[in-house]
């Protein structure tokens, strides 16, 4: 079970402080004494999205760092109240922007991203960054067919907002509960898009929808990398944003690499798998591969197929 202490949205707010402090050890697991765990968040919401695994994960004995977006580095109710600082930001910025913490730290940490946060995670560690990496519900990059009939009913609509890639762009809560929590019962999925959703830039959506047209993509990355770092793919198979046959696309494209990759899916787990009921089996699984890293140090062996047992 999680931690009892939640943490609060200053909590998840990286600072120079939190930067100086060591991570601390994993609980009960093998391998390095020290590991830090970088958390980074998709679009239409903040890092408070993390709430769940951040306890969960620090209970087990991990250091959590989960920075925002630039220009979310605000309360919910701030970000509703001006969106205006992400008009216009794209994803080499943001990407950018998670660089420069994670070469600040002092050891590669573990990163983990969901939706749009995936998607980072895939650039940051095609750069070299990172010890390894989870991708939960992440959305595609470049050379990975994404435009499944129900995610361009979920996110479609921002594509056909005129000059849309410069604006601010909001989601209605009809659109939110198809593509995140359509398995939810309206109070609760209510609950959701009051307490966290926000207006986004929509510069990330043009992008990563258009990333076949663009030579020059933000949105790529080397499949073939050779020194990519361990990766696991992690699919809800009720989602309808990402759906599970893209996360399995991610997953064998990255598998022209000799890296280890792994694939994980979860029946009946929407987009919101980070934080609707049972969320603690996925935060489980995750720190299960994690700690499997250390079990053996063959980890380039990969699985044989996307539903191999995670192992290494």
Not at 30 to 56: D, K, L, M, N, Y
Not at 193 to 204: K, N, T
């Given at each position: 079970?999680?931690?009892?202490?939640?943490?609060?949205?200053?909590m998840?707010?990286?600072?120079?402080?939190s930067?100086?402090?060591?991570?601390?050890?994993?609980?009960?697991?093998?391998?390095?004494?020290?590991?830090?765990?970088?958390?980074?968040?998709?679009?239409?919401?903040?890092?408070?999205?993390?709430?769940?695994?951040?306890?969960?994960?620090e209970?087990n004995?991990?250091?959590?760092?989960?920075?925002?977006?630039?220009?979310?580095?605000?309360?919910?109710?701030a970000?509703?109240?001006?969106?205006?600082p992400?008009?216009?930001?794209?994803?080499?910025?943001?990407?950018?922007?998670?660089?420069?913490?994670?070469?600040?730290?002092?050891?590669?940490?573990?990163?983990?991203?969901?939706?749009?946060?995936?998607?980072?995670?895939q650039v940051?560690?095609?750069?070299?960054l990172?010890?390894?990496g989870?991708?939960?519900?992440?959305?595609a990059?470049k050379?990975?067919?994404?435009?499944?009939?129900t995610?361009?009913?979920s996110?479609?609509?921002?594509?056909?907002?005129?000059?849309?890639?410069?604006?601010?762009?909001?989601?209605?809560?009809?659109?939110?509960?198809?593509?995140f929590?359509?398995?939810?019962?309206?109070d609760?999925?209510?609950?959701?898009?009051?307490?966290?959703?926000?207006?986004?830039?929509?510069?990330?959506?043009?992008?990563?929808?258009?990333?076949?047209?663009?030579r020059?993509?933000?949105?790529?990355?080397?499949?073939?990398?050779?020194?990519?770092?361990p990766?696991?793919?992690?699919?809800?198979?009720?989602?309808?944003?990402?759906p599970?046959?893209?996360?399995?696309?991610?997953f064998?494209?990255?598998?022209?690499?000799?890296?280890?990759?792994?694939?994980r899916?979860?029946?009946?787990r929407?987009?919101?798998?980070?934080?609707?009921?049972?969320?603690?089996?996925?935060a489980q699984a995750?720190?299960?591969?994690?700690?499997?890293?250390?079990?053996?140090?063959?980890?380039?062996?990969?699985?044989?197929?996307?539903?191999?047992?995670?192992?290494?």
């Amino acid at each position: 079970m999680a931690s009892t202490a939640e943490p609060t949205v200053e909590m998840l707010d990286l600072d120079a402080a939190s930067l100086r402090d060591g991570p601390v050890p994993p609980r009960g697991g093998r391998g390095p004494g020290r590991q830090t765990v970088v958390f980074v968040h998709g679009g239409w919401i903040t890092p408070a999205c993390w709430r769940e695994f951040i306890s969960f994960f620090e209970a087990n004995g991990y250091r959590c760092l989960a920075p925002a977006w630039p220009g979310k580095e605000r309360s919910v109710e701030a970000i509703r109240a001006d969106p205006s600082p992400l008009a216009g930001l794209g994803i080499s910025e943001i990407v950018d922007d998670y660089e420069r913490i994670i070469r600040s730290l002092d050891e590669p940490p573990i990163l983990i991203g969901h939706s749009f946060g995936g998607l980072f995670v895939q650039v940051l560690l095609d750069r070299g960054l990172g010890r390894a990496g989870i991708l939960i519900d992440s959305a595609a990059p470049k050379g990975v067919f994404a435009l499944e009939p129900t995610t361009l009913l979920s996110l479609g609509r921002i594509l056909l907002i005129p000059f849309g890639w410069r604006k601010v762009v909001r989601w209605s809560y009809t659109e939110f509960r198809y593509a995140f929590v359509h398995t939810m019962p309206h109070d609760k999925a209510r609950a959701i898009w009051d307490a966290q959703i926000v207006p986004d830039s929509g510069r990330p959506f043009f992008e990563a929808a258009l990333s076949a047209f663009d030579r020059t993509s933000p949105a790529s990355v080397n499949f073939a990398n050779p020194e990519r770092p361990p990766l696991l793919v992690v699919a809800g198979e009720a989602d309808r944003a990402i759906p599970p046959r893209v996360a399995r696309r991610i997953f064998r494209a990255h598998q022209a690499s000799p890296a280890h990759t792994a694939f994980r899916s979860f029946p009946g787990r929407t987009h919101w798998l980070i934080a609707q009921d049972g969320w603690e089996e996925v935060a489980q699984a995750c720190v299960d591969w994690i700690r499997s890293l250390y079990v053996s140090r063959s980890a380039r062996t990969r699985p044989n197929s996307p539903d191999t047992p995670l192992r290494v």
